[in-house]
C-alpha cells in the first residue's frame, strides 16, 4: 500500500495552539521536534517535579474547548512562540525566559471557574504527550472524511491534533496497522497502539466551541479510537 504524508503539525504548548510545518526531522526513538515540549500547569496540579507528569496536571481542551481555537507560529531560531485566538488576540513570548506575557493572556481564554494557570512546565528533554512513550502521533485523512460524512458534517483535521497526517488510504483501514511498520521518506515507524479519543475532539478549532459528538459517532463505530500512535 502506498499513501502519502499531506500535513505536518506541532503543538509547542500542550493543548494551546497548532503550527503547520513544511517539513521535520525525526530521529530514532524521539518525538516530534518541540511538541508539548511545554505545559501549563494550574493551582491544583500535583507535580512531583522534573520529569514526564500526566494530562490532569495541566491545561487541556477536554476542560476548556476554547483553547482549542488557539493557533501557533515558533521562531527555531530565538525560540519565541506567538500565539494567537479569536478573542484573545495575539501574544508573543520567550518560553523559556519569560513565560509571563503568556500566562496572563492565558486567563482571558481560560474560564475563571476552573483551577487557574500557575506556570509553564517543561520535563528537561521529555515531551507533555498525553503517555510518557516517545511517540509520534499519525491522522488518516480519509477516515476523518468518513466520519464527518457519517455525521453529516465537515471534521477539521485540527480536531484530533495529530503530528502526521497521510492521505490515500481506505477508510479505518489504520486499525489493522498496529504492530506493522511504516516507512515515510527515510523515516521507519513501528506502530504501537490506536490513540483513545476524549472530549476535546468535540471543540470546533475555529471557534473553541463544541458543536460535534465526535466521540458519540465513534462508540457507534463501536470504538472510541482515532489514529495511531508510532515509534520512531
Known sequence: MTAT???IWRHPIKAIGREALDEASLSAGG??????????????????????????????????PSLMAVTCKMDDGSGQISLW?????????????DPLPF?????????????????????GDKHLTDVPDAWV???????NRALGQ????????????????????APWEEKEWVGQTLVIGKVT???????????ATMANPETGRRDAD?????????????GLYAEV
Not at 214 to 226: C, D, N, V
Open 189 to 199: 515507524l513501528k506502530i504501537a497502539c490506536e490513540i483513545t479519543r476524549c472530549k
Open 214 to 226: 465526535t466521540l458519540g459517532a465513534l462508540r457507534a463505530l463501536g470504538h472510541q479510537e482515532f
Open 31 to 64: 518525538w516530534l521536534p518541540y511538541d508539548r515540549l511545554w505545559a501549563v500547569a494550574h493551582e491544583r496540579s500535583k507535580l512531583e517535579g522534573g520529569g514526564w507528569e500526566k494530562k490532569a496536571n495541566f491545561l487541556r481542551g477536554v476542560t476548556d
Open 103 to 123: 500566562l496572563e493572556w492565558i486567563k482571558e481564554i481560560w474560564s475563571q471557574d476552573l483551577p487557574a494557570p500557575t506556570s509553564l512546565y517543561r520535563a
Open 150 to 169: 457519517r455525521m453529516g458534517q465537515e471534521l477539521s483535521p485540527d480536531r484530533w491534533r495529530a503530528n502526521l497526517w497521510l492521505e490515500g488510504t
Open 85 to 97: 485566538h479569536p478573542d484573545a488576540g495575539e501574544v508573543r513570548f520567550d518560553p523559556e525566559t
Open 5 to 7: 504524508l499531506a500535513q
Open 137 to 143: 502521533s499519525i491522522g488518516f485523512l480519509s477516515s
